[in-house]
């Protein structure tokens, strides 16, 4: 699992920075997310209640912190998108072919690849949670669960 | 700034468990926010949209990033809870007293110290954004700006 940049090319109007040497933080990857979708092309553009239950599997050092999770029916679910590019600060999505600024979009491709989806949780058996809402690729890596908070 | 786990004791109750010994990606703080709360007993238990004004100020590197970024004004803000320790997966909250699983908690208390807040976008002046909602400790690393997306 690599976080470096893909080798994709830049599409028209797209500025790409130089990253910054270090980073200043490092994340656990908790567990790991299974879907039926094993490429980009084949995610849903937005997870949806009807869609498939997934899969969350959770490294078993965590699974005291799953305690009461099945008290709450949606979960806020944080997730590494592990094959984005990190250096784009302007994207033209191939949906719309509009260049906008990358904190604009809800695309991959940013400084912190870090994904969130609200999911409805359907079951938990030990350390795995069945879970639908989800878009992601197969085989990507959980950083957070945390109950839904109804935005304000 | 430290990722130390900080100095607390265990309330009753709470479990720590021992952190993997490497993380599995980097994080890299994009700016910095700006709170009047300095400490974590004034911080709101959550943000308000009748509460004050606060900044969001974003590294110049970024800048062209934040490109339409006022076509929302509703803003997914991702932060680093820096001061939190990560190794709990049992915790009794003060206010309840009631011990659950971390998971189960919207604490900053989690093997991941990321926060999700959405607020709403008040004004942008260059490479500060103005928002209100928040409610996290001045000085707080940035490490995500999205729009936001109506939960389904």
Redesign the interface.
């Known amino acids: 699992?690599s976080?470096e940049p893909n080798e994709s090319e830049l599409r028209p109007g797209e500025?790409a920075?130089?990253?910054?040497a270090?980073?200043?933080?490092?994340?656990?990857?908790?567990g790991t997310i299974h879907t039926p979708w094993r490429t980009r092309s084949e995610c849903p553009k937005?997870?949806?209640?009807d869609g498939p239950v997934c899969s969350i599997v959770?490294d078993p050092?965590?699974?005291?912190?799953?305690?009461?999770?099945t008290?709450?029916t949606?979960i806020?679910v944080?997730y590494?998108m592990?094959r984005a590019r990190?250096d784009l600060?302007?994207q033209t999505p191939f949906r719309t072919g509009l260049t906008?600024?990358?904190?604009?979009?809800?695309s991959p491709v940013?400084?912190?690849p870090?994904a969130?989806s609200?999911v409805e949780l359907v079951g938990v058996d030990g350390t795995t949670l069945q879970v639908r809402?989800l878009d992601c690729l197969d085989g990507t890596?959980l950083?957070?669960?945390?109950?839904?908070?109804t935005?304000?």
């Open positions: 699992m976080d500025v920075v130089g990253l910054p270090v980073t200043d933080a490092g994340v656990y990857f908790i937005r997870g949806s209640a959770v050092r965590w699974r005291e912190a799953l305690t009461d999770i008290q709450h949606r806020q944080l590494w592990h990190r600060v302007l906008t600024g990358s904190f604009a979009l809800r940013r400084p912190n870090i969130s609200v809402g890596p950083i957070d669960l945390k109950p839904e908070r935005s304000h």
